[in-house]
């Protein structure tokens, strides 16, 4: 069964510029979730999708940064205008958890992660 | 709020010593506990999770994960350390509960460099 995949997995480019990332889940997995780490920092949360739906977006740093999930298969993030402060490392990942859940109790599995470096 | 602290930028051991990385969370209600580890130019690979049960979890490669409720920590432990396992090293927690759109969220440690040395 074929993980969670990201693309590209390096991106350099020039401030003002604008960047798409994009995540394959796991097939059938409802949960698409982004976080970012950025260089020696925690592993930050960004948003939640459920199928094409975004549960929770409480995470994203402004209005620069866009994701979507047509047909609530693989996603894209888009930045737009990049700035130096969204270098970092940027990861999908998924999950099989059942929306809404009384508990919730299956793992998230990451992808490798998008290194976007802003120059 | 969630909160997890790693103390420990980086742990070094020699090899085939036993080795400990530290974990210490905050949660509301009970919690949901993952290690994750970083490869160099890999992804996060999942190690291993505690919901319920017994206190030692076992994971992938050897790993084994001790939680302590009274003392709200859950350390990653192997062993016999290997150079192999050099990495980085994540603890995440997340509330077990489901109390709203938040709930998935996984909150994560700055993580911890180990270094096995031959």
């Not at chain 1, 698409?32 to 994203?60: A, C, N, P, T």
């Not at chain 1, 099989?96 to 976007?116: I, K, S, Y």
């Not at chain 2, 980085?88 to 998935?104: H, I, N, P, Q």
Request: hydrophobic share 35%; aromatic share 12%.
């Amino acid at each position: 069964e074929a993980g969670v995949t990201q693309f590209p997995s390096h991106s350099v480019i020039e401030k003002g510029q604008t960047v798409t990332l994009r995540c394959d889940p796991i097939s059938g997995h409802d949960n698409l979730y982004w976080y970012r780490r950025v260089m020696g920092k925690e592993i930050k949360f960004l948003l939640h999708f459920v199928k094409e739906s975004k549960q929770d977006e409480s995470g994203m740093p402004n209005n620069r940064f866009l994701a979507e999930r047509t047909g609530g298969t693989y996603s894209t993030l888009k930045v737009q205008p990049a700035e130096l402060e969204d270098s970092g490392v940027y990861f999908c990942a998924s999950s099989q958890d059942h929306w809404p859940a009384g508990t919730l109790n299956t793992e998230a599995f990451f992808g490798q992660g998008t290194r976007l470096t802003v120059v | 709020a969630q909160s997890v602290a790693q103390p420990e930028d980086q742990v070094n051991v020699a090899e085939g010593n036993p080795l400990t990385v530290k974990c210490t969370y905050s949660v509301s209600g009970n919690p949901y506990l993952f290690w994750y580890v970083q490869y160099p130019n890999r992804g996060l690979q999942f190690l291993l999770k505690y919901i319920t049960g017994d206190n030692l979890v076992k994971g992938s490669y050897g790993f084994e994960a001790e939680f302590n409720k009274s003392q709200t920590s859950f350390h990653l432990k192997k062993p016999s350390a290997l150079v192999s396992d050099s990495a980085l090293y994540f603890c995440a927690v997340r509330a077990l509960a489901y109390s709203g759109a938040g709930s998935y969220q996984l909150t994560f440690g700055k993580g911890t460099k180990l270094s096995v040395i031959p």
